[in-house]
């Protein structure tokens, strides 16, 4: 009989430990939960629209040197490719020889209209989100655009809207998308403009 209580009661002690336990796990993981709810709620309009800008989807055509990049490892592009005289490529190997209007779902060549690099003073490749954003505002640097003009580019380009259609690779696999899917994309980029274009000091 003792055996038994004994028996009984160390059973009762963890049953009552496995219910506190599981009880602290849960306010855990909802701690968790919610901590990550705050954190993208306190996401503003500019952070969602540099994480799809600073992406190797757009940073791969905006490279600091003449060499676009490209892959998932954003590798210099095979076979030598250049920049050229007007971000097309150099004779023999322009840019629309490979890339058409849209993918190459059988070849795994990407491919949207006006296929090309961005011109060298719209250079993104080792720039912080905030170096991109004056530079893609500077007139000087954005081809003499305005705020409403870059706004339109940046959520209206067939090429820029590309990234959330990228196709596959050689291999097949499916290229990586931005993080943050177009729509809300698009509405960042107009929500940031219509507050008034400002660029956080980090």
Request: glycine residues 6%.
């Amino acid at each position: 009989m003792k055996s038994y209580l004994t028996t009984l009661i160390a059973a009762f002690a963890l049953l009552l430990l496995a219910s506190v336990a599981f009880s602290f796990a849960e306010t855990d993981s909802a701690e968790v939960d919610l901590s990550s709810a705050e954190a993208a709620a306190e996401e503003t309009p500019f952070d969602k629209m540099m994480q799809v800008l600073t992406h190797k989807r757009c940073v791969n055509c905006h490279p600091s040197d003449d060499y676009p990049r490209q892959g998932e490892d954003s590798h210099v592009h095979n076979f030598g490719v250049e920049r050229g005289p007007d971000n097309h490529g150099v004779a023999a190997l322009r840019c629309e020889s490979c890339h058409q209007a849209e993918n190459n779902h059988l070849s795994g060549v990407p491919g949207a209209p006006e296929w090309s690099l961005a011109p060298k003073s719209m250079a993104w490749q080792g720039l912080s989100r905030v170096e991109i954003a004056k530079s893609m505002l500077n007139p000087e640097n954005n081809g003499g655009r305005t705020l409403e003009e870059t706004v339109h580019h940046l959520t209206e380009h067939e090429l820029v809207l590309w990234a959330w259609e990228p196709g596959v690779d050689a291999n097949g696999n499916p290229r990586e998308k931005p993080p943050v899917s177009k729509e809300e994309y698009i509405k960042a980029v107009k929500e940031w403009a219509e507050s008034g274009a400002v660029i956080p000091e980090s």
